[in-house]
Each structure stands twice: as C-alpha cells, then as structure tokens.
C-alpha cells in the first residue's frame, strides 16, 4: 500500500507562488504514475498535472501550463507541486493521487486508486 500527506497549502495573494508537497510511504515501486488534483466547492475534481515513472513524462492541465511545475523527488519519496502565478481561480482543495493502474492517461481521477486527504490552497484578488 501506498501512504499520500500532501501539505504546503495556504492562502496567498494573486500572482503569488506556492509549492505543495506529498510524501508517499510504501510501495511506491508499484505505482505507475502520479499527480495532483483539485477540486473547488461545488465543483468536479479536476486535473491539474501528473507524472508517468516510465519515460519521466510530465502532463499538464491547460489551464496551468506554464505556471505549474510538477516533479519528484527520489531519495524524498516526495512529489512537488510549484505554483507561480496563482489566480483567484485557482482556489480549491489540491489532492495528492498515485496510480497503481496501467493505463494509456493519467489525466483522468479515474485512473488513480491512491489519494491523500488534501491540502487547502486559497487565493485572494
């Protein structure tokens, strides 16, 4: 099994940066790929950027890229999130996932079955 604990959320002002953390514990050599999610109130989780082991191939949302940077540590075992930029709009709730499942995506929440609890990031204009 895989353990997520995302933290480094806060709240920030717009154009502002923030860099969120996910320490993974355990069988992390299982994994196939990991991301990060979020998902607004009243809103569907969304994608926002992920990783694939195989090739080190990085995805982003549109909506973030260029401003977000995904990345791994490995002597860490901790995934980073780098925001720059940050918008109003980006406020939500940011999930740490890994996937376990092979897939041809990782775009999608539904290829994921590892989630932390989740970290708040909130952005005033």
């Known amino acids: 099994q895989v353990l997520l604990e995302e933290s480094g959320g806060g709240l920030v002002q717009a154009g502002g940066s923030l860099r969120l953390s996910c320490a993974a514990a355990g069988r992390t050599w299982r994994t196939y790929a990991m991301g990060w999610f979020r998902q607004a109130p009243g809103k569907e989780r969304e994608f926002v950027a992920a990783?694939?082991?195989?090739?080190?191939?990085?995805y982003y949302a549109d909506y973030v890229k260029g401003r977000f940077t995904i990345s791994w540590d490995n002597p860490k075992n901790t995934l980073y999130l780098q925001m720059n930029s940050l918008k109003p709009e980006d406020m939500a709730l940011y999930y740490c996932a890994a996937s376990t499942i092979i897939s041809s995506t990782y775009s999608s929440h539904k290829t994921y079955d590892l989630w932390g609890q989740g970290t708040q990031v909130t952005v005033s204009s």
């Open positions: 990783i694939r082991w195989s090739g080190s191939t990085t």
